[in-house]
């Protein structure tokens, strides 16, 4: 089965930056999407970020130009720079895998942006 865990979490200042990075286990087909989601208290779950199998990228109105999704070289993992923190952006953050006819979430890792 395939699995997914989230790393990278953690409390910062506005303004501070993070990595947050993703790792798979299991075998999937190598035409997929990597995506992040985040969801913050009381809110629905948002896309924030994805990369596509030839390396694509979308992002959110609201994280373009603070965020940048990546792929390892192994293409196990995927990773999630946050280069510019603001409060809005405290949620937890969820790695997600789409493929054909099956999609795989990891449990979360949480971000809390204050001062």
Same mark, same amino acid.
């Given at each position: 089965q395939v699995q997914l865990v989230e790393s990278g979490g953690g409390v910062v200042q506005p303004g501070g930056?993070?990595?947050? @990075?993703? #790792?798979?286990s299991g075998s999937i087909s190598r035409f997929n999407t990597w995506g992040w989601y985040r969801q913050a208290p009381?809110?629905?779950?948002?896309?924030?970020?994805n990369i596509a199998t030839?390396?694509?990228t979308n992002y959110a109105d609201s994280v373009?130009?603070?965020?940048?999704? @990546?792929? #390892?070289?192994?293409?196990?993992?995927?990773?999630?720079q946050i280069i510019i923190l603001i409060p809005?952006?405290?949620a937890v953050y969820?790695?997600?895998i789409v493929v054909v006819g099956r999609t795989y979430w990891g449990q979360g890792t949480q971000v809390t942006v204050s001062s």
């Open positions: 930056s993070l990595r947050l @990075s993703c #790792a798979r009381g809110k629905q779950r948002e896309l924030v970020a030839f390396g694509s373009n130009g603070r965020f940048t999704i @990546s792929r #390892a070289n192994a293409k196990n993992s995927v990773g999630l809005d952006d405290t969820y790695c997600h």
